[in-house]
Every structure is written in C-alpha cells, then in structure tokens.
C-alpha cells in the first residue's frame, strides 16, 4: 500500500473561509447599526411630533420646549449607546464569529475554528502535519461552500424597527402636509425657535395675566383678539378647592376687547380665556387677605415740662395734652411692607416703621399739635401691593394746656397816689397747671413805651407763686415827674416750651405822682374813712347790743306771767 507523500510547501490561509467570515462581521455589525438607527430616529420623531401638537393645544413656553428638546436629544443618545455603540464594542472578532457559525451550523463541528488558527502565520509547517493541515482547510472549504454564512444573522427586528420608522415618516409628513405653514411654524418652535408664534385663525393678543387680589375683591379677566374676531369667548377657571367653571366673555362693542366680571372672589384659581380657536397663556389670580389691625397699643408721651412721663392710653379715650406725643404700637394680621398714619383735622400723614425682625410689627409717632387735629386712623400696604381697607378711625380730643392765672394782690386799689420819691409795694400771685416759670412786671408812663422788670424766680417752677416786690419809683430814670401817670401789670408765663409758653396778664393798675402835700392829703383822707367805717361799725354793734337786750327782757317777762 503506497502513502502520500509529504509535501513541504508552506500552509497557506484560505481566502474562501477569510472572507466568508469576514462577510459576517460586516452583517452582524450593519443589522445592529440599522436596528439601533432607526429606533432612535422613530423615537426622535415621535418625540418631536409629539411636543409639536403639545405645544398646539397648550402653546409651550419656550423653557419647557427647550426641557423638551434636551430630553429627546438625551432619549436618542441613550438608544445609539444601548443599540448601536454598546453592540459595535461587543461584536465579535474572527475566531468569535466561527465560533458562532460553528455553533449554529453543527456539522463543522470544530473544523473552522482549527483551520482559522492553524493556516495562520506561526501554525504547523511541513512533514506529515503540514499535510493534515491543508486536507482540513481542503475539506472545511468544501463544506463552507455550500453553506450561507449570513443566514445567522436575524434582521426580524430591523425590518420590524424599518415599518416603524417608515411608518412614522409617513404620518409625520402627512400632518405636516396638512398642518402647511402651521406645521412648519410648529417645527420651528420644536428647535427653540423664539420669535415664531403658534399660528391661530385667532390670536390671544393681550389678557389680564397673573394678578393678586384681597379676598373678597371683585376681579375683571379681560383679553384683545387679532385675526379672526369672534362673537364671544370663554374663560375655563380651576379653583384651589378643586371646582372648575367656565364662564363666557362678552365683547365690547366695535372693538375686539372681551371681558368677564367675577364679584366677591374667595379663594386662588388658574385660567385660560379661549377666543376661537386662540388661546392665552395659563394665569392666575392670587386670593390673599388685605392686611388689617389685628391689635393696636397706645401710649401717651407727656411733654417734658408737664414732668409726668407716659401713660398707657385705651383707644376709648384719647383726650391728650397739645405737645404731647401719642406713640402707637400696630400689630398687623400678616406681613407688610409698609404703612402710615392718616390724620384727621390737619392735611397730614406720618410713615409708620415695620420691624426688620417682626414684619407683622409696626410702630409710629403722632405730634399732637396745639389745635385741629381730630383723629386717626392706620393704612398698611402688604408685599403683593395690597392696601388695607375701611380702616377704623380713631378719635383724638385735644386738650389745650391752659395759660396761667396772675392777680395783683396789693395794693387793694386800682389807683394808688405816690410821690416821686416812693417806694410802692407789690404782691402778686401766680397759678399754672404744671408751673410758673416766669413773672414780669410791666409798666408805662403817660402810655409811652413798655418797661419790663423780672420778677426773678430762680430755677422754680411752682404750680402756685405768691411774691412780694419792693417797687423803687424813686430810682426811675429819668425820674418822673409830678403829674405823671404809670400803668403797670404783672405777666405771668408757664413753662410749655413745646406749644407755648402761655402767657397771662393781671388787671392794669394805676399809680399817679402826685406832690407830697397831695400824697398827705390822700392819706388823711384814708384815714378819715377807716375811722368813719370804725365809727359806723361801732354804731351798729350797740345798736346791736340794745336790741338783743329789748328782746331777752321781753322774754323773761313772757315767761314770769302767770
């Protein structure tokens, strides 16, 4: 029995098997890429199409378009990387592909795999291995002839993800067909567009918007058409509590303005106005209570002179000394930003101040003036702009500090005679509700000019003064001459140093410089009636006496008779 002989030619790898296999890897790596490329761009359609419609109906602002567009652009990338990259990464090398063919086609069994490895650079060369080695690659080639590599590879799913996408480009140009200059608007929108509207036969130009009201306020939602006018519109309004309402908008006469009036409103709610196939952006009206005083203290600030420091005063009673300074202690029911205090009698209002660390906590001055002022009341301003309303009006009776009294006690007449060298005596007396803090004398000769001497009192700020003053007519200069008439008075001024002083005068009284010889005579003549009204009083004492004497005698006789 003959043998082959062995042949020492080099092992040379098969072209046939080479290329079969690498026809292989190129389908697996292209069926992956198609499948994972077109379900990322049906969902990018779909995704697309979908925020086109959306933005339709609702009219999306142009940050949730862009959150639209970022999520989509995110949805793509995550399906290239899970479908196309991750797959590409993984896709098997030659050996890993015969072993794949081998595994699906059982009757290579491990012949491919051997002959890959063994034709290649650094396999068995010559004797009798050599020969083995080329009658494998001869029979391995013989089988893969006849066998379609490429039948492993499935392409179910990228025909199937093929209809899909062809179907969703059908649709989408369908509706972008029938949408004509609205479709491309709305595409435009869908890439972040800015200045491109959403078309409408008839556009919500302008409505009312967000808005906050005081609870119980009335509120008038108002919106302008452009394009087609309608007759009427509506306004869709979702209450906080959960109520939803529609309510029609009337159209004001020969303009495109509608309106809707909602009296008395209670709580927060959302709204649309509608005006054809237009619609307005979602607004809201805030239902927020008014500020109001909740608590109100007051405390008075007597002046400084009266020397009686502050008192609690009730709102019941606000009779006030003018000077004084009322001080107000406001307790708001929320927080404000500010307020002020509105006079009543005078044109005036005076700012009250909100505590940095208690918003709710105001506080304020009021001046009591002298006269007109007749009362108050509290205005407050809240952060959204709301005022307080019918705000309570708080009496103030002013009461005036009273001016001094001042009598001149002697001499006891209102005429006295003096000689040019006299020394006349004065006594006064001064009364004032919180203090005298001054007295002058003030005089005139034959009605000239005013001459003042201070009755001085020192530091003392007596309720009560009575004083004794020595005048000294004889060191007037010039001195005064016989004949002469001096007018004089006592001013009296309390110590109000805020709306005053208050300043009283006594009676004029009157000296006449008369001679010395005048002077007697006047004296003798005062002596003359003082003995005159002792005489007539001595008189009517025994007359007096006589009569109570008659009358016990009659008496005692009426009680002696039997």
């Known amino acids: ?189 869908a890439f972040l567009s800015a200045s491109v509207e959403v078309p409408r036969k008839t556009r919500v130009a302008e409505f009312t918007g967000d808005l906050t009201i005081g609870r119980g306020d009335p509120v008038t939602l108002t919106a302008t058409a452009s394009g087609i006018i309608p007759a009427e519109g509506t306004v869709s309004i979702s209450f906080e509590s959960g109520r939803d309402r529609e309510f029609s908008m009337e159209k004001d006469e020969n303009s495109a303005s509608y309106t809707r009036k909602l009296e008395s409103v209670q709580e927060t709610f959302t709204y649309i106005i509608r005006l054809n196939d237009g619609r307005s952006k979602l607004g809201r009206v805030n239902v927020v209570p008014r500020p109001t005083v909740a608590k109100l203290q007051t405390r008075q600030q007597f002046p400084a002179y009266t020397g009686m420091g502050e008192a609690k005063r009730s709102l019941a009673d606000l009779s006030l000394l003018s000077g004084s300074r009322l001080l107000l202690n406001v307790t708001a029911n929320k927080t404000v930003a500010e307020g002020y205090i509105q006079l009543y009698g005078i044109t005036n209002r005076h700012a009250l101040q909100v505590s940095k660390d208690a918003p709710m906590e105001l506080r304020g001055i009021i001046d009591i003036p002298a006269t007109n002022l007749t009362g108050f009341s509290i205005h407050m301003i809240d952060a959204h702009g709301l005022q307080s309303r019918d705000e309570a009006i708080y009496r103030i009776d002013v009461l005036p500090d009273r001016i001094p009294v001042v009598k001149i006690t002697y001499p006891e007449r ?25 007295v002058l004398l003030k005089y005139q000769v034959d009605g000239g000019s005013t001459n003042i001497t201070d009755l001085i009192l020192g530091k003392s700020n007596d309720r009560q003064v009575k004083r004794r003053y020595d005048w000294r007519i004889g060191e007037f200069k010039p001195p005064v001459k016989e004949g002469a008439s001096i007018e004089y008075w006592i001013e009296a001024h309390d110590n109000n140093n805020v709306t005053g002083p208050g300043i009283a005068l006594s009676e004029r009284y009157v000296a006449r410089v008369v001679t010395e010889q005048a002077k007697r005579q006047d004296l003798m003549n005062r002596v003359g009636d003082s003995l005159s009204s002792i005489g007539e009083a001595t008189t009517d004492q025994e007359t007096l006496n006589r009569r109570l004497g008659e009358l016990i005698k009659s008496r005692a006789e009426e009680s002696v008779q039997p």
């Open 414 to 438: 209102r005429e006295e005679l003096i000689t040019q060298k006299a020394r006349m005596l004065i006594a006064f007396e001064a009364l004032d509700d919180f203090g005298v803090s001054k």
């Open 1 to 189: 029995m003959s043998h082959p002989v062995p042949n020492d030619d080099p092992i040379q790898s098969s072209d046939l098997l080479e290329g079969k296999i690498a026809s292989l890897r190129s389908r697996i790596m292209k069926v992956a890429f198609g499948t994972g490329a077109t379900l990322a761009v049906t969902a990018f359609i779909v995704l697309i199409a979908a925020e086109m419609l959306i933005d339709w109906q609702l009219e999306l602002p142009w940050a949730l378009r862009l959150v639209w567009l970022l999520g989509s652009l995110a949805a793509v990338v995550y399906l290239i990387n899970e479908h196309i990259i991750l797959p590409l990464l993984d896709a098997p090398d030659t050996d890993g592909t015969a072993l794949i063919v081998e595994k699906h086609f059982p009757t290579f069994k491990s012949k491919l795999i051997s002959t890959l490895q063994l034709t290649r650079p650094g396999g068995l060369h010559g004797g009798e291995a050599s020969f083995l080695v080329k009658a494998l690659v001869r029979q391995t080639e013989d089988e893969a002839r006849s066998t379609d590599f490429e039948t492993i590879v499935r392409t179910e799913r990228l025909r199937r993800n093929t209809v899909w996408l062809l179907g969703c480009i059908g649709v989408a140009g369908t509706l972008y067909g029938v949408g004509g200059m609205a479709s491309g608007a709305l595409l435009q929108r």
